[in-house]
T-cell receptor, first 115, second 114 residues
C-alpha cells in the first residue's frame, strides 16, 4: 500500500481480555517498529523487526506483550490480560532499511482503551 | 527517566512570526536528531534531521539548531503558518546502535494564530 496501515483505528476492551493490533507496512520496507504513546508521554519504543526477526524487544513492558511478523510484512502486536495502564495509542512505523539514510513512516495508530 | 525533554507542552505564535520549539537531551551518546510533526488522528511525519557533525540544518521554512555542549536543539519555523499548527516531537538516537531506535520527547503543541 501507499502508507503504513494499522487496524483497528480504535479499540475498547475490558480489563483482562486479550487484544491484537495489526500493522501493514509499506511494501518492501524491511524494518518495522512498534511504539506507544501514553497520555502525557513521549513515544515509547516497544520492539523492532528486521525481516521476521526481532533483534530488539527491550521495550516490551511485560511478558503480557508479544509481537510477531510474518512474511517480512504484516506484524501483530498482542497484549494478553489487558490492564488499564495499557491504554495508549500504539503506533507502527516501517523503513526501507536501518540507519540515518532511512526515515520512518508511521501509521495513524491504534487507540486502545482498557475499561 | 526522560532522556529527551520538551519542557514546553504548548506554544502559541502569531501567523508570520517565528516559532521556536526547544528540546533538551541528557545522553551524550545521542548523535542523530530528528523532528516529527503530528496532526490529530494521524501518525507523526518526518520534518527535519541533524547529525552531531553539524550545528545547523535548514529546509525551507524549517531550521534545526544543535548545541552539543548544552545538549540542546531547537526547531525554528519562519514564517509560521496556520497549517503548521500541530504537535512537534523531537527524537534522538545514538548512531552506534544502528539508528533503529529513537527516544522521543513528550511533544510541544504549536498553535499558529491567523
Amino acid at each position: 500500500g501507499a502508507g503504513v496501515s494499522q487496524s483497528p483505528s480504535n479499540k475498547v476492551t475490558e480489563k483482562g481480555k486479550d487484544v491484537e493490533l495489526r500493522c501493514d507496512p509499506i511494501s518492501g520496507h524491511t524494518a518495522l517498529y512498534w511504539y506507544r504513546q501514553s497520555l502525557g508521554q513521549g513515544l515509547e519504543f516497544l520492539i523492532y523487526f528486521q525481516g521476521n526477526s526481532a533483534p530488539d524487544k527491550s521495550g516490551l513492558p511485560s511478558d503480557r506483550f508479544s509481537a510477531e511478523r510474518t512474511g517480512g510484512s504484516v506484524s501483530t502486536l498482542t497484549i494478553q490480560r489487558t490492564q488499564q495502564e495499557d491504554s495508549a495509542v500504539y503506533l507502527c512505523a516501517s523503513s526501507l532499511g536501518v540507519g540515518t539514510a532511512y526515515g520512518y513512516t508511521f501509521g495513524s495508530g491504534t487507540r486502545l482503551t482498557v475499561v | 527517566d526522560q532522556q529527551v525533554k520538551q519542557n514546553s507542552p504548548s506554544l502559541s505564535v502569531q501567523e508570520g512570526r517565528i516559532s521556536i520549539l526547544n528540546c533538551d537531551y541528557t545522553n551524550s551518546m545521542f548523535d542523530y536528531f530528528l523532528w516529527y510533526k503530528k496532526y490529530p488522528a494521524e501518525g507523526p511525519t518526518f520534518l527535519i534531521s541533524i547529525s552531531s557533525i553539524k550545528d545547523k540544518n535548514e529546509d525551507g521554512r524549517f531550521t534545526v539548531f544543535l548545541n552539543k555542549s548544552a545538549k540542546h536543539l531547537s526547531l525554528h519555523i519562519v514564517p509560521s503558518q496556520p497549517g503548521d499548527s500541530a504537535v512537534y516531537f523531537c527524537a534522538a538516537s545514538p548512531t552506534t546502535s544502528g539508528t533503529y531506535k529513537y527516544i522521543f520527547g513528550t511533544g510541544t503543541r504549536l498553535k499558529v494564530l491567523a
